[in-house]
């Protein structure tokens, strides 16, 4: 015991540590160090220096060496490895091929090969980076106004993390132990949905404002089919995803790897450096690194956490409380807008889900839509002010667009965003449907009808 | 400058470079077992599938590999500053204020740090003396286990030197920044970002408002 309170109110115990976790990350603390240091604390107060250090102890290595989370690993080379590969000036060839002639077509274009892009790449800032190199000189070139090119770049940035393969997702989905197959299909239909609501808004805004993001035509059949080859790797990596997920021929892991070597071979053949192969796998090895502590140290102070009753208190409360499920899920969601815009999207998530997550549950929100919405929410987070990373993103690429036209040129899409949130919460089907269809009683009811 | 000679030449910057090789290395091992994990996996659906005879124990052997990824890399992902933190009030500060709370995250991480390597290396000992094994190959488990209080071992260094580092700059502020991170606006990290992915062919552009 440290303070004296022991057993005797592991409640009171636990509000202490939490006020002390917040303080700790306030001041800059690393939340890994945060986290653990906290759950530690909270644990010898419960149990003795001697059980509680045991516990701990053990901990990093037991819950790193889980299969479930060695597909992270594997999303992440492939993000960093698609990179390098250059796959997005075809991407961006051919979107442009197909839907140029579309009112505001070229920033229609940049929206759909950035979610082409995103499935084999699960960060959003880094899209940004690489989209504001190849989308944003064709627009200017085209006289589109040049809040509205450097705004679809960092928007469509965003949609990296909804789109399979997500590493957000997953850890979303160990933490509060759902399937991460479900999760991950369950981002794809919300992804595409963001993308179309992206470029709807564009084709208005384009047919209200002639000029400002006129139409390129004049493609033939013939060319935009050429085109297909040159993107067919992104296609075969999301079939191989998809269809292990639903048809189980694989694990999650194995499908990454497999999709990570279809992406190396690509990068081989396509004369990628061995330096930047290096690169890239030492990016990974990198940013896993980052997770897995993350993980670990949020399970210490998660350990500690069940001890002391706090989540059960606050679901509790939560659901004590005399208003609607809906209000409830919106001030958590605004919450999170907040939270935001402090921190990043995966600690957020991680610090913030043990305490939640049940309460959600307890209102009676289905799992797999929460994880997909919350996520949705961090996003937001990265084009609004005021940290907006993705904004910088493409201004330190185009140091030519200031900083405050790329802010404006984003006010476009973050009313998509909210038009997106709000049909997310309206029509929970969006996110559910995919997930939870059957597809084998599909496919021998199709074999049934045919026959 | 003068000053920064002899900054070069001090002994804590010499054991700041001295050590990166080490937390380099660590982490490139770490990046070799990612590249493993991918030919396992695509030998394991081509075994499996083909030739239906998957690899025996692939579950075990990935479980027991996770470490390597896990932690190996963990030195180095400190000393370039990139565990996920709040930058909310670091990023506003500057000078004496700035480096104590430096050295305060610094301290706690050692502490913390400094207890998981002890008890962890308890958990590899009993693994090791038990004879422990994974329970379906039946894949000893020590090693993967001994990868924790090593790679935790390489962190505390990386973390005492950032703390002495810190401390440094409270006592002499005007001084030149060694072996810390030096906390970053947001236009700086975009920078990062657009490094990591673009590598040195990117265009040094520095961002608005930034001289």
């Known amino acids: 015991m440290i303070i004296g309170i022991g057993m005797s109110d592991p409640f009171l115990v636990g509000v202490i540590t939490l006020c002390m976790l917040l303080g700790l990350i306030f001041i800059g603390v690393r939340v890994v160090f945060a986290a653990a240091v906290v759950g530690l604390l909270g644990l010898v107060e419960l149990r003795g220096w001697g059980p509680a250090a045991g516990i701990v102890g053990t901990i990093p290595h037991s819950k790193s060496s889980t299969y479930a989370l060695s597909v992270l690993p594997m999303f992440i080379f492939i993000g960093f490895l698609a990179f390098h590969a250059g796959m997005t000036q075809q991407l961006f060839d051919a979107a442009r091929k197909w839907l140029g002639w579309l009112p505001g077509g070229l920033a229609v274009a940049t929206v759909f090969a950035t979610a082409g892009f995103a499935a084999v790449s699960g960060a959003s800032t880094a899209t940004a980076a690489v989209f504001s190199r190849v989308a944003i000189p064709e627009m200017l070139k085209h006289g589109y106004d040049r809040r509205m090119a450097a705004g679809v770049v960092a928007s469509a940035g965003t949609l990296a993390t909804l789109i399979p393969p997500s590493a957000i997702l997953v850890i979303y989905a160990i933490i509060v132990e759902q399937s991460v197959g479900k999760l991950l299909l369950a981002g794809f239909l919300p992804g595409i949905f963001s993308a179309v609501v992206y ?12 000029g400002s993001a006129p139409s390129v035509k004049g493609f033939t059949w013939g060319e935009r089919v050429r085109t297909l080859p040159g993107i067919s790797p992104i296609i075969l990596v999301v079939v191989i995803i998809m269809s292990a997920i639903y048809g189980g021929w694989a694990t999650p892991t194995e499908a990454g790897a497999l999709g990570a070597f279809v992406v190396f071979v690509l990068a081989l053949v396509r004369g990628t450096p061995l330096k930047s192969i290096k690169n890239s796998l030492m990016e990974s090895a990198k940013l896993t690194v980052m997770i897995f502590s993350l993980i670990w140290g949020v399970l210490i102070f998660v350990r500690f956490l069940g001890f002391s009753g706090i ?138 009808a045919a026959l | 400058m003068e000053h920064d000679i002899e900054a070069e030449r001090s002994l804590l ?80 500060l500057s000078g004496r204020a700035l480096w104590l709370l430096e050295a305060i995250g610094a301290a706690i991480a050692m502490f913390v740090i400094a207890v998981l390597i002890y008890h962890s290396y308890g958990h590899f000992l009993r693994a090791y003396t038990l004879g422990d094994t994974t329970i379906d190959a039946e894949y000893v488990t020590w090693p993967s286990k001994l990868l924790v209080p090593i790679a935790f071992s ?53 961002p608005e408002g930034k001289s």
């Open chain 2, 13 to 92: 910057a010499r054991l700041h470079r001295g050590f990166m090789p080490i937390e380099d290395f660590a982490n490139l091992a770490a990046a070799a077992a990612i590249m493993l994990l991918m030919v396992l996996g695509v030998l394991q659906i081509v075994l499996r599938t083909v030739f239906n005879t998957p690899i025996n124990g692939y579950i075990d052997l990935v479980e027991l590999s996770m470490a390597s990824m896990a932690f190996l890399g963990a030195a180095y992902t400190q000393r370039l500053g990139s565990h996920i933190r709040m930058e909310l009030l670091v990023s506003r």
């Open chain 2, 154 to 206: 390489i962190w505390w260094i990386r973390l005492a030197l950032q703390c002495i580092g810190a401390l440094r700059l409270v006592l002499f502020p005007d001084a030149t920044p060694i072996a810390v991170v030096v906390a970053k606006d947001v236009a700086e990290q975009a920078q990062d970002e657009i490094h990591e992915v673009m590598g040195d062919d990117a265009e040094p552009a520095r």
């Open chain 1, 311 to 448: 989540p059960g208190a606050f679901t509790e409360w939560i659901v004590g409380l005399d208003m609607q499920p809906m209000t409830i899920m919106i001030c958590i969601l605004l919450g999170y807008a907040v939270l935001g815009m402090f921190m990043d999207a995966i600690g957020m998530l991680l610090l913030t889900l043990p305490v939640v997550y049940p309460a959600v549950i307890a209102l009676g929100f289905d799992p797999i839509w929460f994880g997909i919405i919350a996520v949705k929410m961090a996003e937001i987070c990265l084009i609004t002010p005021p940290i907006g990373l993705n904004c910088f993103v493409v201004n330190g690429v185009r140091p030519d667009i200031p900083l405050g036209q790329v802010f404006r040129g984003v006010a476009l899409f973050f009313i998509a965003d909210v038009i997106t949130i709000a049909a997310l919460l309206m029509f929970p089907e969006i996110v559910t449907w995919l997930p939870n269809f059957d597809f084998e009683a599909w496919w021998s009811g199709l074999w049934a």
């Open chain 1, 199 to 210: 470029a709807g808004i564009i084709v208005v805004w384009a047919m209200m404002k002639p």
